[in-house]
């Protein structure tokens, strides 16, 4: 009989009672497992590893690419102002995933600020943050001098809860950053309906997420803006490099002129002096020309990674305390950046995620416990005492912020998260089922780990 066809609590009482042999046949052969012997001794207790082989390198290097970027660098044309390279990233781009424009820029930390300033994000307003993301997403509130007001995650989607956003509005709400976290699409329809209900503009943070989906829509083109990252552990990676999707002309043209020193764009009025403030936020021709030749590439290891995630679903869920990610309401298709799960410490005998992870590194797969609780990070104290934010905001505020900070959702996800890295997911089923046996070694090992 398979793993898979007993339930959660038979599955348990076999595999802990070690009665599978003569009861039911052994039953983790659908794991690819087929003597008891294979489970015993954990390579952190000196055993024998599961996985003693590689995992697929990222970034990969595209050698057709070559030619043409050598050439760009010895015409001296390296500028966007002087080439045709970020141009055509950007329509390319944009046909990929459906919006009606995109504006490359430097990284993903542009691609943000320039999109919380165009829609007029200003000092002392406030904006609602999913918690659960790197550091960038709220850092670049603080850039604008406005606070990042955090609405709790749902511990089973790693995302935002929408449910939870209206308790947060207050008279300064101005924007909302749902983050697509690890490429899984946040439940937009929750987000824009919060948004509409109170005048809100949305800012899709994307870094994570290109080519997932929204009721078979592109995540990045389903708020006011979306902001991607081209950073190189990323999907389509090119060092460093950004973008901005967005479907409004004006709003677009105003993007490209505030990440070009202000110059005025499309049809924007062309007016004496330098009207118009900026930043330099440019892509380089040869950010763009990697990405470029990365792009042909993309859609293809998105299916594979796809492919091996649901694989890995069904499997990590048969095993006891290993619960997988579910899709957000309306999610159509994720592309993991990571794939997460959470480690529930009472079904393997208690023992602590920190435990769980040493234990599966040393059997050859690489993971890590994914966000801590940035929510508390010290940044933010700095940023609430400086001198700036006590003339923003009343101490009365402030006072409030701290004191609303309890997210209990997001607490319980960054105590049990795991992820494993996008690149693994590029190899083959028979890598899954090391990833897979692995953890079921150590689940039936638990005890020898206390
Ligand atoms: C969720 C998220 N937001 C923002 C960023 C910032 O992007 P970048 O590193 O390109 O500036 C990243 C990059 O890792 C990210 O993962």
């Given at each position: 009989?398979r793993?898979?066809?007993l339930?959660?609590?038979?599955a348990?009482?076999v595999?802990s009672a070690?009665?599978?042999?003569a009861?039911?046949g ?13 489970l015993k001794?954990?390579a952190?207790?000196?055993?024998e590893?599961v996985?003693s082989?590689s995992w697929?390198q990222w ?6 690419a070559?030619?043409g970027?050598?050439d760009?660098f010895r015409s001296g044309?390296w500028?966007r102002?002087?080439?045709?390279y ?6 390319k ?9 995109c504006l490359a820029?430097?990284?993903?930390t542009?691609?943000?600020m320039?999109a919380?300033h165009?829609l007029?994000?200003?000092a002392g307003d406030?904006?609602?943050v999913?918690p659960?993301?790197?550091i960038a ?5 603080f ?7 955090f609405?709790d995650s749902?511990?089973e989607?790693?995302l935002?809860?929408p ?5 947060k509005?207050?008279?300064r709400?101005?924007?909302?950053v749902?983050?697509?976290?690890y490429?899984l699409?946040a439940?937009?329809d929750g987000?824009?309906?919060?948004a509409k209900a109170?005048?809100l503009?949305?800012i899709e ?10 009721r078979?829509?592109r995540?990045?083109s389903l708020?006011?803006?979306g ?8 999907h389509l990676a090119?060092?460093?490099g950004?973008a901005?999707l967005?479907?409004?002309e004006d709003?677009?043209d ?5 990440h070009?020193c ?9 007016l004496?002096?330098n009207?118009?403030n900026?930043?330099n936020?440019r892509?380089q021709?040869?950010?763009a020309?990697i ?5 042909k590439r ?7 990674r796809?492919?091996?995630a649901?694989?890995l679903?069904?499997?990590l869920?048969?095993?006891p ?5 579910r ?5 159509t298709?994720a ?5 997460p799960?959470r480690f529930?410490s009472?079904e393997?005998?208690?023992?602590s995620r920190?435990?769980?992870?040493k ?6 797969i690489p993971?890590?416990?994914g ?6 990070d010290?940044l933010?104290e700095?940023?609430l005492?400086s001198k700036?934010?006590k003339?923003?905001f009343p ?7 701290r004191?609303?900070?309890q ?9 049990q ?6 690149s693994?997911?590029?190899g083959?089923k028979s890598?899954?089922?090391d990833?897979?046996n ?5 689940y ?7």
């Amino acid at each position: 009989m398979r793993l898979s066809k007993l339930t959660r609590r038979q599955a348990i009482t076999v595999s802990s009672a070690g009665l599978a042999g003569a009861m039911l046949g052994f039953p983790f052969r659908s794991f690819g497992i087929n003597s008891r012997r294979q489970l015993k001794k954990l390579a952190l207790n000196g055993g024998e590893k599961v996985r003693s082989a590689s995992w697929p390198q990222w970034p990969y290097w595209d050698q057709t690419a070559e030619p043409g970027i050598l050439d760009m660098f010895r015409s001296g044309r390296w500028w966007r102002g002087s080439g045709e390279y970020v141009a055509e990233f950007e329509k390319k781009y944009a046909e990929l995933m459906g919006a009606r424009r995109c504006l490359a820029t430097a990284s993903g930390t542009t691609a943000l600020m320039t999109a919380l300033h165009v829609l007029g994000v200003d000092a002392g307003d406030e904006v609602l943050v999913s918690p659960y993301t790197f550091i960038a997403t709220y850092n670049v509130i603080f850039e604008s001098k406005a606070l990042p007001v955090f609405v709790d995650s749902d511990p089973e989607t790693f995302l935002i809860d929408p449910k939870k956003i209206e308790a947060k509005i207050t008279e300064r709400t101005v924007a909302v950053v749902p983050v697509h976290i690890y490429g899984l699409p946040a439940d937009m329809d929750g987000v824009n309906n919060a948004a509409k209900a109170h005048g809100l503009k949305v800012i899709e943070d994307a870094c994570q997420a290109w080519l997932a989906e929204y009721r078979g829509k592109r995540v990045g083109s389903l708020g006011d803006l979306g902001c991607f990252s081209f950073q190189n552990s990323k999907h389509l990676a090119s060092g460093e490099g950004g973008a901005i999707l967005g479907n409004d002309e004006d709003i677009m043209d105003r993007c490209n002129a505030y990440h070009n020193c202000g110059r005025p764009y499309g049809r924007m009025k062309r007016l004496q002096g330098n009207p118009y403030n900026g930043m330099n936020f440019r892509m380089q021709q040869s950010q763009a020309l990697i990405l470029i030749s990365q792009m042909k590439r993309i859609e293809k290891d998105n299916d594979i990674r796809l492919s091996n995630a649901l694989y890995l679903d069904k499997k990590l869920k048969e095993i006891p305390g290993i619960v997988p990610y579910r899709l957000a309401e309306g999610a159509t298709r994720a592309v993991y950046h990571m794939y997460p799960f959470r480690f529930i410490s009472e079904e393997f005998g208690n023992i602590s995620r920190d435990k769980f992870i040493k234990a599966l590194n040393a059997e050859g797969i690489p993971c890590n416990s994914g966000y801590g609780r940035q929510n508390m990070d010290g940044l933010i104290e700095e940023q609430l005492n400086s001198k700036g934010f006590k003339r923003l905001f009343p101490e009365s505020r402030l006072k409030r912020w701290r004191d609303e900070n309890q997210l209990p959702g997001n607490d319980k996800l960054c105590d049990q998260a795991v992820t494993f890295y996008q690149s693994m997911l590029l190899g083959s089923k028979s890598d899954m089922d090391d990833i897979a046996n692995a953890i079921l070694k150590i689940y039936e090992n638990r005890n020898s780990l206390v």
